[in-house]
């Protein structure tokens, strides 16, 4: 699987989870990964993205509270959240792109998402 995230789960609001992502096959590469998200209802959004030099950007919803990263290798993509509400919960996907390292851009290549669940 070129793309799969773990790491999902439930947590209570303000809590804290890393997401795991493994993207071997575009490490080493120029490609940009990054973690979106899709709660019910409503339409995929972007959270974080990382480019090939380590520079990132993210949705204003999660700033201060979030942290892409990639392992020393880049084959692991993490995404530590922190500081979980209830808006948080939602089915979270890694993605990875060769032409564009913005938010609002459709990527190419997806894993199958992981469900974080943030409980009051």
């Known amino acids: 699987v070129p793309l799969e995230e773990s790491g999902g789960g439930s947590v209570q609001t303000g809590g804290s989870l890393r997401l795991s992502c493994q993207a071997s096959?575009?490490?080493?590469?120029?490609?940009?990964l990054g973690w979106f998200r899709q709660a019910p209802g409503k339409a995929r959004e972007g959270v974080a993205v990382?480019?090939?030099?380590?520079?990132?950007s993210y949705a204003d919803s999660v700033k201060g509270r979030f942290t892409i990263s990639k392992d020393n290798s880049g084959n692991i993509l993490f995404l530590q959240m922190n500081s979980l509400t209830t808006e948080d919960t939602a089915q979270y996907y890694c993605?990875?792109?060769?032409?564009?390292?913005?938010?609002?851009?459709?990527?190419?290549?997806w894993g199958q998402g992981t469900q974080v669940t943030v409980s009051s």
């Open positions: 993605a990875a792109d060769r032409y564009a390292c913005v938010l609002d851009h459709i990527f190419q290549h």
């Open positions: 990382i480019d090939s030099a380590g520079g990132t």
């Open positions: 096959k575009y490490a080493g590469s120029n490609y940009c």
